[in-house]
Nanobody, 127 residues
Framework: QLQLVESGGDLVQPGGSLRLSCALS????????IGWFRQAPEKGREGVSC????????YYPDSVKDRFIVSTEGAKRTVYLQMNNLKPEDTGIYYC????????????????????WGVGTLVSVST
């Protein structure tokens, strides 16, 4: 059974750093991407990073570029999101998600393309 489980959410002051983890299990394909998405109160879910687990290419929107870094380790059982210089507008529930894709096409890294979601972890950036 495929599962994604997030951890690492916390309360942090503006300018601080936090690392989120997404533990993966049940993956048998080589062609999938892991995206991190967040949802602030009364707002829609937005993507903040995407990692192609086949060729390890990454994508970040301008709002987090140069502040967030997505990575994985050799066994590809965990995906991390390192968040630096956090701002109050980074507050929200952070979800990791899996999108499967056909070889040669790549992932969309969009909410509509997600096949499986984790349950989320709360990040609060406040004084």
């Amino acid at each position: 059974q495929l599962q994604l489980v997030e951890s690492g959410g916390d309360l942090v002051q503006p300018g601080g750093s936090l690392r989120l983890s997404c533990a993966l299990s049940g993956f048998t394909s080589d062609y999938y991407a892991i995206g991190w998405f967040r949802q602030a109160p009364e707002k829609g879910r937005e993507g903040v990073s995407c990692l192609n687990m086949n060729d390890f290419t990454t994508y970040y929107p301008d709002s987090v570029k140069d502040r967030f870094i997505v990575s994985t380790e050799g066994a590809k059982r965990t995906v991390y999101l390192q968040m630096n210089n956090l701002k109050p507008e980074d507050t929200g529930i952070y979800y990791c998600a899996a999108e499967f894709f056909h070889p040669g096409y790549g992932a969309t890294c969009q909410v509509a393309g997600v096949d499986y979601w984790g349950v989320g972890t709360l990040v609060s950036v406040s004084t």
